[in-house]
């Protein structure tokens, strides 16, 4: 079936350094890709998505591109700051029955 | 426009005791799920409505745990007895029809004690 995988976290950076997060999916058919952001004591917002190969979603400074060729989703940044600590999710929908299909999350901390 | 609404935000309860949940879907939204999300893990999908029908419901324990969306509308979680491994976050999320995105409440975070 399908399925996401993501990078173990947590992730520790120092403001302003760049960010990568990988994500890479497993599906059979053409899925569309989202990036959740879960902030403490929060629900999940959506950060950004892409629904096919080679579009780039892009928010509040992330970025990321659909690659079909790699069956990659990676989340970038280029300068973090304290208030990206989250944890963040990558997740595929199936276009069959639009479920979400979620990877484990990534707990990112940035210290000032 | 509102969002998710979910109540209550916290619960604790004693294992055996039952417990519910409400959420209130965005309007129009005619696809509702509920998610069950453990500390540290990702979501795992219970049940998805399309508007007041059952489309899948094969993760959800239906020996403890049962929703209901009557009017299509609201939606109501239970779980009657408890045990201490419910304890997670339950997430409420919805739809439209045809947008794959889904836009999530805050959760109700359950404590099994």
């Known amino acids: 079936g399908d399925s996401v995988t993501q990078m173990e976290g947590p992730v520790t950076l120092s403001e302003e350094a760049f960010l990568t997060i990988n994500c890479t999916y497993t599906a059979t058919g053409y899925p569309s890709l989202f990036w959740y952001v879960q902030y403490p004591g929060e629900g999940l917002q959506l950060l950004l998505k892409a629904t096919k190969a080679d579009d780039k979603g892009s928010n509040k400074g992330f970025e990321a591109t659909y690659r079909k060729e790699t069956t990659s989703f990676h989340l970038e940044k280029g300068s973090v700051q304290v208030s990206d600590s989250a944890v963040y999710f990558c997740a595929l929908s199936d276009r069959s029955n639009y479920q979400l299909i979620w990877g484990a999350g990534t707990k990112l901390i940035i210290k000032p | 426009e509102a969002g998710v609404a979910q109540s209550p935000r916290y619960k604790i309860i004693e294992k055996r005791q039952s417990v519910a949940f409400w959420c209130n879907p965005i309007?129009?939204?005619?696809?509702l799920y509920w998610y069950q999300q453990i500390l540290g893990q990702g979501p795992k999908l219970l049940i998805q409505?399309?508007?007041?029908?059952?489309?899948?419901d094969s993760q959800l324990p239906k020996d403890r745990f049962s929703a209901e969306r009557l009017k299509g509308v609201d939606s109501t979680l239970k779980i009657q007895p408890a045990k201490l491994e419910d304890s997670a976050v339950y997430l409420c999320?919805?739809?439209?029809?045809?947008?794959?995105?889904?836009?999530f409440g805050q959760g109700t975070r359950l404590t099994v004690v």
């Open positions: 309007s129009g939204h005619a696809t």
């Open positions: 999320a919805s739809r439209t029809q045809t947008n794959t995105e889904a836009f």
């Open positions: 409505f399309q508007n007041n029908g059952v489309v899948d």
